[in-house]
C-alpha cells in the first residue's frame, strides 16, 4: 500500500491524508471469539465517517449485511472490488450482484442533469426515466494498475473474462515473454514439482542469508503457485508436501514434519485472542535468542512473532488455492489444474487466478480442460439482483 501511495501523482500533503493501515472485516467489527457475532453492530456501530472496503468480490451476504448494520447513519461507504473475480465462498455474489447492471452506462435524468452540471460535459443523452436509483452509485474503473491490458497477461485475463475460449489458447500459444502454457505430457500421473520449486530459489537464498523479515516476506511474496482443487495429486495439500520433500531432498529443510526456518503457513481459522485472521500468512524464522518464531504482519505494517505452539489451525503455503488467493498480489504466478475435469473449474476461477499475476504468469493444464473451464460460469441467486436493479 505504500508503495502504491508513493507512485501517485499527488502533492506530499494530500499524500500524508491518505492511511496505510489496513484491517479486515473481522477485525473491524470486532470478532468476538467462537462466536458468530461481533462487537460492533446496530446498536454499537463503528466510530468512523468513512469506510473503503477492497477486494468486496470475497465478501459474503451474511457479513456483507452485518456490515452495512453496523454502519453509522452519517458515514460513507465505498465498495471496490472486481466484479468478475470468484464470488465469495459462502453465501451469496454481493459485488457481482451490487454491479450488475454496470455495464451500461444511464442515469435517472434529474442525476444526468446534476452531474452535468459538476462535471461540465453534457451527459443528458445518458438520461434514462427507467435507470434504478443504485446507477447513481456505480463507477467502471476501466484501467488496470496491476499489469498493462496491453501485455500478455491483460490479453489473457481479456479473454477469458469474456468467455473466448478460441482467444484464450491463441494467447497462451503466442510468444508473449509474461505467458507461458504447460500442458501436461501423455500419461502425467503427477504435478512437475521441480520445476514450480523453482520459483522459490530467491526465497530458500533469503533464508540462507537469514534477512530481516519484512524482507524475508517481501521476497516470499514475489510467487506464488495456485491450484484449482484442494484434494488429488493436483491439488493443494498434495503440492504443499511434495514441495515440502523437495525442499528436504536438497538440502533447504532439515525436517519437513517439525516447524523449521523457512517453513511458510497460512492460518484457516480466525483467532481473535491473538489477533490473527483465516489467510493471514505466517513465516518461520529465528528470532535474536534463536528461538524460532511464526512471523506475522500486522495492519500497521510491523511484525509479531509467535511461538509455533500458540498456532492451532494452519496449513504449509508454498501453493495455495485460487479462493484463498484472492486480495493477494504476486509478481509470478503458476497455476496448477488437475488433469480431470472439476465442477469448480470456471472462467471465474481461472480470471482470478490469471489476475494476482503482476510480472508473469504460467498455465498448467491442457488445453481440453481450459476450453471446458473457460466456457463454464458460476450461478447464483440470492434475490439481490430483483430488490436492486429490478
Same mark, same amino acid.
Given at each position: 500500500m505504500s508503495k502504491a501511495? /508513493?507512485?501517485? @501523482?499527488?502533492?506530499d500533503e494530500v499524500k500524508l491524508a491518505i492511511p496505510e493501515q489496513a484491517s479486515t472485516l473481522h477485525r473491524l467489527l470486532g470478532s468476538d471469539f467462537g462466536r458468530s457475532?461481533?462487537?460492533?453492530?446496530k446498536a454499537n456501530p463503528l466510530h468512523l465517517d468513512v469506510l473503503l472496503v477492497d477486494e468486496v468480490s470475497?465478501?459474503?451476504?451474511?457479513?456483507?449485511?452485518?456490515?452495512?448494520? /453496523?454502519?453509522? @447513519?452519517?458515514?460513507?461507504?465505498?465498495?471496490l472490488g472486481d466484479k468478475d473475480q470468484l464470488a465469495s465462498v459462502e453465501a451469496g455474489s454481493v459485488l457481482g450482484d451490487l454491479s450488475y447492471g454496470i455495464e451500461e452506462v444511464y442515469f435517472q435524468p434529474e442525476w444526468a442533469e446534476r452531474l452535468s452540471r459538476l462535471t461540465g460535459e453534457n451527459l443528458a443523452p445518458f438520461g434514462n426515466a427507467s435507470a434504478p436509483p443504485i446507477s447513481r452509485a456505480l463507477t467502471l474503473l476501466r484501467t488496470s494498475y496491476r499489469f498493462d491490458a496491453n501485455s500478455g497477461i491483460g490479453y489473457l485475463a481479456k479473454a477469458m473474462n469474456a468467455g473466448d475460449s478460441q482467444a484464450v489458447l491463441r494467447c497462451l500459444q503466442s510468444n508473449n515473454t509474461d505467458v507461458e502454457w504447460r500442458t501436461p505430457e501423455e500419461g502425467q500421473t503427477k504435478a512437475d514439482i521441480a520445476t514450480l520449486a523453482k520459483g522459490y530459489d530467491d526465497y530458500w537464498e533469503a533464508v540462507r542469508q537469514n534477512l530481516d523479515i519484512a524482507k524475508l516476506y517481501e521476497v516470499f511474496s514475489r510467487y506464488q503457485i495456485l491450484t484449482a482443487v484442494r484434494q488429488g495429486e493436483f491439488g493443494v495439500e498434495k503440492v504443499n508436501a511434495q514441495l515440502e520433500q523437495y525442499f528436504y531432498q536438497r538440502g533447504r529443510v532439515k525436517d519437513p514434519h517439525v516447524w523449521y526456518p523457512g517453513k511458510a503457513v497460512m492460518l484457516t481459522r480466525n483467532d481473535a485472542a491473538l489477533g490473527l485472521f483465516n489467510g493471514d500468512i505466517?513465516?518461520?524464522?529465528?528470532?535474536?535468542?534463536?528461538?524460532?518464531?511464526?512471523?506475522f504482519m500486522q495492519p500497521d505494517g510491523c511484525f509479531t512473532g509467535l511461538l509455533p505452539s500458540r498456532l492451532s489451525e494452519f496449513e504449509v503455503v508454498f501453493a495455495m488455492t485460487v479462493h484463498k488467493s484472492q486480495g493477494s498480489e504476486f509478481d509470478h504466478v503458476a497455476l496448477l489444474l488437475p488433469i480431470t475435469p472439476s465442477p469448480v473449474l470456471t472462467k471465474e476461477l481461472l480470471y482470478t487466478g490469471i489476475t494476482r499475476a503482476k510480472r508473469s504468469f504460467a498455465l498448467w493444464g491442457s488445453s481440453g480442460l481450459i476450453r471446458s473451464a473457460t466456457s463454464a460460469r458460476i450461478e447464483r441467486y440470492s434475490g439481490l439482483i430483483d430488490e436492486l436493479w429490478h
Open positions: 501511495k /508513493a507512485g501517485l @501523482p499527488l502533492s457475532r461481533f462487537k460492533h453492530n470475497m465478501v459474503d451476504l451474511p457479513m456483507m449485511a452485518k456490515l452495512i448494520d /453496523a454502519m453509522p @447513519p452519517q458515514a460513507r461507504l465505498i465498495l505466517g513465516l518461520c524464522m529465528p528470532d535474536e535468542f534463536q528461538r524460532l518464531r511464526v512471523w
